[in-house]
């Protein structure tokens, strides 16, 4: 079993900073893609950034420019840094992760609880 472990959210003021955490724990042996996921009320769950296939990285395009994602050595820690916030990035922000738990098995893929984003002035 994997745990993802999401922490960072809470309320950020229109311009300011948000930076999210995400620990991945348990049985791993590979992570192919890491990476967050944001959805706001009404809305589809999209993605934001992440790790895919070793070190490519990807952005939506609502937040190129604004986002970073970093990681450490490990790689099984992400950060997600947004910087500046707007009233649009306001959502449950989810981790996930495709592990490879065992040689000759597949991927699995993992979700995070999510952590609620609320931006306000």
């Known amino acids: 079993q994997v745990h993802l472990v999401e922490s960072g959210g809470g309320l950020v003021r229109p311009g300011g900073s948000l930076t999210l955490s995400c620990y991945a724990s348990?049985?791993?042996?590979?992570?192919?893609?890491m990476g967050w996921y944001r959805q706001a009320p009404g809305k589809e769950r999209e993605l934001v950034a992440a790790f895919d296939n070793g070190d490519m990285i990807v952005y939506d395009d609502s937040v190129k420019g604004r986002a970073t994602i970093a990681r450490d050595d490990t790689k099984t820690t992400v950060f997600l840094k947004i910087d500046p916030v707007t009233p649009e990035d306001a959502a449950v922000y989810y981790c996930t992760a495709d592990v490879l738990q065992r040689v000759g098995e597949g991927y699995t893929n993992y979700w995070g609880q999510g952590t609620q984003v609320n931006v306000s002035s």
């Open positions: 348990g049985n791993i042996l590979l992570i192919r893609i």
